[in-house]
């Protein structure tokens, strides 16, 4: 299967800060989404972004599939960004693969 | 819009007991559909999908099954419960052909 690493596993940051996430792939993928998973695990979609640039308030993602790897930026972090940020990847239609994850403390 | 619903959202079995977990999607039709694992502090495992009635892939030879008896409904099934089994289990689904996953609230699953 594809390989899908994550980094940098923890994050630590004061409210209003700024990050960047990034998720690296080993093979050439489909599709690619990013998601994040609050303390109650449920599993919140971000981004479907298999390639170019998107944005979405305080959140963009960037994803430049020939070199593989997608970048999660999150602008003026909110302590309810805290959670668990994962990347997903798809090849060979339905085999998802998702990486380990990036977990982020926001701070007051 | 779609909904996709999850029960029981905590479910406390045995050692060698039976289980089932269901999984429904409203809103939308012939989707494909997913099970997913997640162990604790660790990243989703694709356990089984399936892009039709009765039409399941399995990704991980285990003690667990899946079926689909209706367009929009997925179960996930086991004769007799592992320790290993426990995790916190997830329903996805995506539109046909289109392959954005959107997940459901997920069961938490202890095997005593």
């Known amino acids: 299967g594809i390989q899908v690493e994550q980094s940098p596993p923890d994050l630590i940051l004061q409210e209003g800060a700024n990050s960047t996430l990034r998720c690296n792939f080993s093979?050439?993928?489909?599709?690619l989404q990013w998601f994040h998973q609050n303390p109650w695990g449920q599993l919140i979609n971000l981004f479907y972004?298999?390639?170019g640039t998107k944005q979405n308030g305080r959140l963009s993602a960037t994803t430049v599939a020939t070199e593989r790897y997608s970048l999660l930026y999150i602008s003026s972090s909110q302590t309810t960004d805290s959670g668990v940020y994962f990347c997903?990847?798809?090849?060979?239609?339905?085999?998802?693969?998702f990486g380990s994850g990036t977990k982020l403390n926001v701070k007051p | 819009s779609q909904t996709i619903h999850q029960w029981p959202a905590t479910l406390v079995q045995p050692v060698g007991s039976p289980l089932s977990l269901e999984c429904t999607v409203e809103?939308?039709?012939?989707?494909?559909l997913y099970w997913y694992r997640q162990a604790a502090g660790r990243g989703l495992q694709l356990l089984f999908y399936?892009?039709?009635?009765?039409?399941i892939s399995s990704e991980v030879p285990q003690n667990l099954s899946a079926s689909r008896p209706q367009d929009r409904q997925f179960i996930l099934s086991s004769k007799k419960l592992l320790l290993s089994d426990s995790g916190f289990y997830l329903c996805?689904?995506?539109?046909?052909?289109?392959?954005?996953?959107?997940f459901g609230p997920g069961t938490r699953l202890t095997v005593t």
């Open positions: 996805a689904w995506a539109p046909d052909r289109i392959y954005e996953q959107y």
């Open positions: 997903a990847v798809e090849r060979n239609f339905n085999k998802f693969y």
């Open positions: 093979d050439s993928v489909n599709n």
């Open positions: 399936s892009v039709g009635i009765g039409q």
């Open positions: 972004i298999p390639s």
């Open positions: 809103g939308t039709s012939n989707p494909n």
